[in-house]
């Protein structure tokens, strides 16, 4: 078989590939991103091996059992659990705690079979150091299985050998930006080096069905290093968010073949590891002040579970003449927008107030059911009255000054009474869809519909 060298220049924001240098890449307009990648090519017989094409009829439709991963908040975001075959890619910033999650899983997966756990950035010692500081049994014992194997190596070759060798339920790969082909004469973590590893590890996942997991570093700009078909050609994307100095985690999934992408699983940090949070609209809420100026509960929906997010606005006379508007956990241009409409609509002068809105806990409140209590938020700051500690805002603020529907309006009633909130102010449109009001009002909660913003002021005392 013969070969010959290719030489490219591969841009390391996109992939996008180029036969020459270029200073801008033309696929992403990145100046200064196209490396060389000189890349070894063996031609053979395209036509040899493959598998011919059956008729979907034939095909097996039964759904595969799914391996669980002993994380009701990581099954839910996989959409049920592990699919076996499947690849899996998880980033984060550096020391969120994306090794911490993985080895996590690994150890019991490890109660069901063999686990290889992949590591190219830690020796073998660092990760059993890391198993004991979490409290983790990484020795034989009666709970857990020594079927926990680690191999500190990053050649692609020797680790396709040890899985070939070993026949693991589960392999993690720490990192993938790690691991590389001794054909290619590029660097690890190179666009080629990334692109050909992660195909390798395709193949392995799909002929032998065996799940692999791959962890990604992230760029500055908190996209996944390396070039975009790596996350094209895994069948899952998560991420892992989150402030590094707070508890609390997000894994949420931006691509998902075996289930939904609107799910996330909320984690809490500490010293013994990752613990899921079973509730964490009463975790979010716990130091809230009650009946506090500029605060306003909305309910938001991610995926099939309703979460209850504070958010706060502080309304404050602009110093410098040219009023500032500042969001952290909600969208910059909707508060400059929802400000523009309650100086038109609702009356409120705005135009020399300085207005800051945060979602409290590291939350972020991005979809336009939130709108409505950002509003009420700002107005309650403004004006220096409370909103009633037992009350919850939601839907979304047209520009005209209109209050939206928000949609799945009963399951963030259900879980708003739930929680102990009695005044229920939604859009008016909402109401219609709200079954067993009955017993809702058995239970104290008063339903307000609003069809402006300036009637969901009224209705918030406002």
């Known amino acids: 078989m013969l070969s010959k060298d290719r030489s490219t220049f591969v841009c390391s924001s996109c992939g996008y590939e180029s036969p020459r240098w270029l200073g801008r890449c033309p696929g992403c307009g990145e100046w200064n991103t196209l490396v060389e990648d000189v890349e070894t090519r063996g031609t053979g017989n395209p036509t040899s091996g493959g598998r011919p094409p059956v008729s979907i009829s034939s095909v097996d439709a039964s759904p595969e059992d799914r391996l669980p ?12 659990g592990i699919v076996p075959g499947s690849l899996v890619l998880v980033g984060g910033d550096p020391g969120i705690g994306k ?4 080895l996590q899983v690994s150890i019991r997966a490890a109660a069901g079979g063999r686990v290889l756990y992949v590591t190219g950035e830690e020796s073998a010692t660092q990760v059993r150091m890391r198993a004991d500081r979490l ?3 990484a020795r034989p014992s009666p709970a857990l299985p020594p079927d926990l194997f680690v191999m500190a190596d990053t050649d692609i070759t020797r680790i396709e050998a040890q899985i070939s060798e070993t026949d693991p339920v589960l392999v993690v790969v720490d990192s993938i930006q790690t691991v590389f082909d001794p054909g290619l004469s590029s660097a690890p973590g190179s666009v080629a080096q990334v692109r050909q590893c992660a195909a390798a590890f395709l193949r392995l996942s799909k002929e032998r069905g065996i799940p692999v997991f791959l962890i990604g570093h992230v760029t500055k700009g908190g996209d996944i290093a390396g070039p975009r078909v790596l996350e094209h050609v895994v069948d899952t994307v998560l991420y892992f968010e989150g402030e590094r100095y707070q508890a609390y985690r997000i894994l949420r999934a931006v691509k998902n073949r075996f289930g939904s ?4 699983g909320i984690f809490e940090m500490r010293g013994d590891g990752l613990k899921d949070v079973a509730n964490p609209s009463g975790v979010f809420l716990e130091e809230r002040s009650r009946d506090g100026i500029g605060s306003v509960v909305a ?3 991610e995926g099939t579970r309703p979460l209850l997010v504070e958010v706060q606005a502080l309304v404050t006379p602009a110093v410098f003449g040219v009023a500032r508007r500042t969001a952290i956990g909600v969208d910059h241009n ?3 927008l929802i400000a523009a409409v309650l100086e038109k609509r609702a009356g409120l002068n705005l135009a020399s107030q300085d207005i800051y809105v945060k979602v409290a806990g590291g939350l ?19 004006r220096n009255r409370p909103v009633p500690g037992d009350a919850v805002m939601m839907g979304e603020v047209g520009l005209g000054g209109e209050v939206r529907a ?3 309006a009963g399951l963030r009633v259900s879980e708003a009474v739930r929680l102990g909130f009695r005044r229920i102010v939604l859009p008016a449109g909402d109401l219609p869809s709200i079954e067993d009001v009955a017993s809702l009002e058995k239970h104290g909660a008063v339903l307000a519909g609003a069809r402006t913003v300036a009637e969901a002021l009224d209705a918030a005392g406002l």
């Open 69 to 80: 991963t002993g994380s009701p908040e990581f099954d839910r975001v996989l959409g049920g």
């Open 99 to 102: 090794s911490t999650l993985l």
């Open 135 to 137: 409290g983790l049994p």
């Open 261 to 264: 992408t609107n799910e996330i």
């Open 299 to 301: 309910p938001c929906v």
């Open 334 to 336: 909707r508060v400059c």
């Open 364 to 382: 972020e409140a991005v979809e336009p059911a939130a709108d409505l209590a950002v509003a009420v938020a700002v107005a309650s700051s403004l």
């Open 406 to 408: 928000a949609g799945k």
